[in-house]
Each structure stands twice: as structure tokens, then as C-alpha cells.
């Protein structure tokens, strides 16, 4: 099955580099260091040092690995790691990891799931260990790295009853990966089940990396300034909103009335930023750009303000009152809601959450989060927590609590990775 799977890979990798060529015309960033998917790599970059290698797909899996890398990068100080991206936004989430780390820390695309592609990789990088975020189980990547004795590490681990039931079609190739996998680190025990029948061993539930993942000072202090701008208003944030969402949310505003209040939206993909300014404005809605936004106090006729800038979610969620964790409305999975909570702001989540079921229920029980049917339900508590503002106070200390009491994955996933690293 697996060398069927290959085949299919050479006779799909044509189509595959054209659509990635396409999708730079949106995102030039596809178009940027793409023969590195192809196992191409610049020597000029290669640390002579020992080796970890992380793979953090995108861009939620690079700011959930933050934790891991620096305290694998104080445990090995003489170690550098090799990280390792799909997407562009990922890549630049690392940069400012780069950045901090020099030298030790260098970023590269993974190369497609060929296994002579992967074995140049193995071979230019010499990885002790490979440690793989959250659902990354390749194929061929784990055949490559078994047939050259490298320990492979599923950290931060989940799958969702809708992954394995599709897994199980599939159960002659991605039974053997699982297999191939040294250990495993799972979000949560539900996780750990799944992944237990899917045929991974040797599986522990070490908890949620994005526990431990703290907003730094400089975006904290953004998220002040910008709330500053703002003013008294009440504010909605709605984060990592998914392609169909903005629309449903956007014509709910318009139904229903929210005096004073502002409603901000982030959209999860940078390259749909513009597309969601024509809705807004197709809608006769005020608009302003996070991107140009003066310094000055925001109009208050401005009734959507689009977050047309990266890096900046922990900013957005110390600026607004409340917040609503996008991909949720339409049956795409869901977002973390993490995030949100660490900064003690109420979370409101759709109906759709199967991707992060677990956390999205506790946080629930917790009282940190509402569930909502569809967008006109969103809106309405919204504007009930607006008008609430004990309630609303009250639901973001029980979100903060609730962050607070899982930290502590960080340690217990190093305590795995020890037996591997020595």
C-alpha cells in the first residue's frame, strides 16, 4: 500500500507544485524557499551542531511547539534544532523563534512525502530525534525515519473520532506509520484511546502544549494601546474566523442591533484579508484596517474593525471584552480556544468543535465558555455579556482559572522526549 501511495505521490507532484504556485499568487509566501520541498536545502544554513528536529505544519502547531522549543533548547544547550513548516504562516510564526535563538534554531519546509526526499533531509540535517506536532503521521516520513534509526516523538497528540473513523479506511498505510512511532504524547485520554486503536503504542496523556504558552509583554501592551484607541466601547472579537463564517456573522450584525459596540474580526488566513474588507463594505458597514490604522482615538461610526495583521491574536484578545473562537459556525472543527482563556476573556464557540473537542467541553463545565447555535445566537450573548458586565467579569476569571489550572504539559512532554535524547 505504501508503495502504492509513493506512486501516487511522483504522478500528483506536478499538480502539487502548480497548485502551490498558484497559491502564491494570494500568499507569495508558497512561492518562497520551495525547493525545499523538494529536499533541496542551502548548506550556508546548516549548523554544525547536534540535532533535534521539530515539525510544526502551521501556523497554531508553531505557536503550541513555543513552549517545547526553548525548554528543549535550555535542556540541550549543545544542540540546535531544524524546524520545520508546511505553510507560510508557520514559517513566520518561527521566525521570531529564529531570531531569538541564531544560530542553533534553522527553519525549513518539509519536503513532500517521498521517501527519497525525506531520507535527503535525514541526511543533510542528521536529526537525533524527530518530533512531530499534534496529527503529522507521514507515511513515509516514519518509514524514513525508522530505516535510519531515528526515534520518532507524536507530541502534543490528538485525533478526533471523525479522524480516526476516516484513518480506519485507510488502516493498511497509516496502521504501519502509527506503528513506527516511538511515543506518543496525548492532549487528552480520549485522544490517547483513539490513538491506541489507531496503532500507536506506548502512548501517555502529557496534556495541552498551548497550556503553556504565555503572551508576551510587547503584545500585551499592544492589545492596551489598541484598546486605548478603541475607548469605553464594547468590544467583540471573533479570531480565526474560517471562509463562510465572516458572511453568516456579518449579516447577523446587520439584524441585529448592538449600540456601541465594536466588532472586531481576524481572519484565520492572511490571503483572505481583502476579501472580507469587500464583505464589509459590500454591506455599507464602517470599516477600518488594523494595518492603517492611525495612532489617533478610532471613529466612533466605525462599527467593524478587520485585524488585517499577523502575529498579533494574543494583542486582539487583550483588547476586546469577549471572544469568539472561529471555524466553529460551519463543520470545519474548530479552533483553540486556549489563547483566549489565557488572557481571561469569555469564550464563545459554535456548534462544530470535534478538532478540539475536549478542551472546548472542559471549558465549558469550567464556565469559561458559552456554546452558541449559529451567528444571530452568537450576537445575542454577546450583547447579553455586554449588557452584563458582572457575568461577563465573572466568566473571564473562570477562563483565566481554568488556563491556569492545566499548565504543566511543557515538563511532562520533556519527560518523554529525556528517554529518547538521553
Not at 509566501?29 to 533541496?40: A, D, H, M, P, S
Not at 455586554?386 to 504543566?408: I, K
Amino acid at each position: 500500500m505504501r508503495k502504492l501511495y509513493t506512486l501516487g505521490w511522483y504522478l500528483a507532484l506536478p499538480i502539487v507544485l502548480l497548485r502551490l504556485w498558484w497559491r502564491g499568487r494570494k500568499e507569495p509566501g508558497y512561492r518562497q524557499n520551495w525547493i525545499e520541498r523538494l529536499g533541496c536545502f542551502h548548506r550556508v544554513n546548516f549548523p554544525r551542531q547536534k540535532m533535534i528536529w521539530l515539525h510544526a505544519v502551521s501556523l497554531g502547531e508553531t505557536r503550541a511547539a513555543e513552549p517545547l522549543i526553548h525548554a528543549l533548547l535550555a535542556a540541550y544547550p549543545d544542540h540546535g534544532m531544524v524546524l520545520t513548516h508546511m505553510t507560510p504562516t508557520g514559517r513566520a510564526a518561527g521566525r521570531v523563534l529564529r531570531a531569538q535563538y541564531s544560530s542553533r534554531l534553522v527553519q525549513a519546509y518539509l519536503p513532500y512525502d517521498i521517501q527519497c526526499l525525506v531520507v535527503r533531509f535525514i541526511a543533510h540535517y542528521a536529526p537525533r530525534i524527530c518530533i512531530l506536532m499534534e496529527t503529522e503521521v507521514w507515511p513515509n516520513l516514519v518509514a524514513a525515519c525508522n530505516a535510519k534509526n531515528v526515534p520518532l516523538a507524536l507530541v502534543n497528540a490528538r485525533l478526533s473520532q471523525r479522524s480516526l473513523t476516516k484513518g480506519r479506511r485507510y488502516a493498511s498505510l497509516m496502521r504501519p506509520a502509527a506503528q513506527g512511532i516511538t511515543c506518543v504524547a496525548a492532549q487528552t485520554m480520549a485522544d490517547a484511546e483513539r490513538l491506541q486503536v489507531f496503532g500507536a503504542s506506548n502512548v501517555q496523556v502529557t496534556g495541552n502544549l498551548k497550556f503553556d504558552v504565555h503572551p508576551s509583554p510587547d503584545l500585551l501592551q499592544k492589545g492596551t494601546a489598541l484598546r486605548a484607541q478603541i475607548g469605553s466601547r464594547p468590544v467583540l472579537l471573533c479570531a480565526s474566523t474560517r471562509e463562510g463564517e465572516e458572511a453568516l456573522i456579518l449579516d447577523a450584525l446587520l439584524n441585529l442591533d448592538i449600540p456601541n459596540a465594536l466588532l472586531v474580526i481576524v481572519p484565520r488566513h492572511p490571503q483572505r484579508f481583502d476579501e472580507v474588507a469587500r464583505m464589509i463594505t459590500q454591506r455599507d458597514i464602517k470599516l477600518a484596517r488594523r494595518s492603517i490604522l492611525a495612532a489617533s482615538a478610532l471613529d466612533s461610526d466605525v462599527r467593524v474593525l478587520l485585524g488585517d495583521s499577523m502575529g498579533e491574536l494574543f494583542a486582539y484578545y487583550a483588547a476586546c471584552d469577549m471572544a469568539f473562537i472561529g471555524g466553529s459556525l460551519l463543520p470545519l472543527g474548530g479552533q483553540n480556544l486556549i489563547e483566549a482563556c489565557a488572557v481571561g476573556k469569555p469564550v464563545l464557540i459554535g456548534p462544530h468543535t470535534f478538532n478540539f473537542a475536549g478542551v472546548s467541553e472542559d471549558a465549558i463545565a469550567a464556565q469559561a465558555a458559552w456554546r452558541v447555535t449559529d451567528a444571530a445566537h452568537l450576537l445575542q450573548k454577546a450583547s447579553y455579556l455586554m449588557r452584563h458586565t458582572d457575568e461577563c467579569n465573572a466568566m473571564g476569571e473562570c477562563a483565566f482559572a481554568f488556563a491556569a489550572q492545566h499548565r504543566g504539559a511543557t515538563e511532562r512532554t520533556m519527560d518523554l522526549l529525556r528517554f529518547l535524547l538521553g
